[in-house]
């Protein structure tokens, strides 16, 4: 009996971030969702290099995270105006064009929404769902956050109106925090806490999302310590200045008060 062996082949690799598209033929809603992203990047720079001094971190800036296979492919991702995650390499093989949860199965910490209307579509509940005929209900980007990516913290700030909201995954749902005495999210694993400060930052006075530390200081850019430093310099060289002046006025005063003595004929300088 001749028996027919028939070869299986292996279903074909799910596609990794270089086989996947990179943008969805959208623009940036406005020109403040970029300044507000490098705020928050800037500022945090530091607390995060501390907690991963080995730089196995990545900051997503409106980048796409894939976490499902669909056609077209971008149907698959959610792209956060901004997004941390921790314990994954910065880039891969020099490079990084997405995020692509089923590659490396670590989900972001915390991610943040910058609404340029009512935050409707942020706050979008819809579940993913499949009809009879096999066509599915896009899901709304809430529900993947909270449902399945499972983000720990997730923001959503509408920057017209300047109302923040967040969100802290308990339970395997979301729960909207309560800000404390000062207005801020406190993230207790990053020892920050998330709100909003007005202010002048690359030439725009608005109302920013940012951060401060669990002591209540705000978290400064790279530019701003720099300014601040520069005032501190500039302080102790116009203390070193009065003292200088200080120092030549008690001298002159010295001088004149010999002066005197000499015309009444006293010798200032004369041992008693």
């Known amino acids: 009996m001749n028996e027919t062996i028939t070869a299986t082949g292996l279903p074909p690799a799910l596609p990794d971030h270089t086989q996947l598209p990179d943008e969805d033929g959208t623009f940036v809603k ?4 970029h300044p507000q992203s490098i705020i928050l990047t800037d500022s945090i720079g530091p607390i995060v290099e501390r907690l991963h ?7 997503g800036q409106d980048c796409g995270i894939y976490w499902r296979e669909t056609d077209p492919p971008e149907r698959g991702a959610e792209a956060p105006d901004w997004f941390y995650v921790p314990n994954v390499p910065a880039t891969l093989d020099g490079f990084r064009r997405s995020y692509v949860l089923w590659r490396e199965h670590m989900a ?6 910058f609404a340029n209307g009512n935050g409707e579509e942020e706050r979008d509940r819809t579940p993913l769902t499949v ?23 997730y923001g959503i700030y509408e920057m017209r109106t300047g ?8 339970d395997f749902m979301y729960r909207r925090m309560e800000p404390n005495e000062r207005g801020h ?22 109302l920013w999302l940012r951060w401060w530390d669990s ?7 790279g530019s701003e310590q720099v300014e601040i430093e520069r005032a501190l310099v500039e302080q102790e060289r116009e203390r070193a200045e009065q003292e200088r002046e200080r120092a030549e006025q008690a ?3 010295l001088t004149q008060l010999a002066e005197r003595l000499r015309a009444m004929g006293i010798d200032p300088d004369a041992e008693d």
Request: hydrophobic share 40%.
């Open 30 to 33: 406005n020109f403040q969702e």
């Open 53 to 59: 001094p080995d730089g196995q971190y990545a900051i």
């Open 108 to 113: 972001p910490f915390i991610a943040l929404e």
């Open 131 to 153: 009809a009879a005929d096999g066509t599915t209900t896009k899901p709304g980007k809430f529900w993947v956050y909270e449902r399945i990516i499972r983000i720990p913290y």
């Open 163 to 170: 109302n923040l909201e967040v969100y802290h995954l308990i």
């Open 185 to 206: 999210y406190p993230i207790p694993v990053l020892d920050v806490e998330l709100g909003l400060w007005q202010g002048s930052y690359q030439n725009q006075e608005l």
């Open 215 to 221: 002591q209540g200081n705000l978290l400064l850019t």
């Open 251 to 253: 001298e002159r005063k």
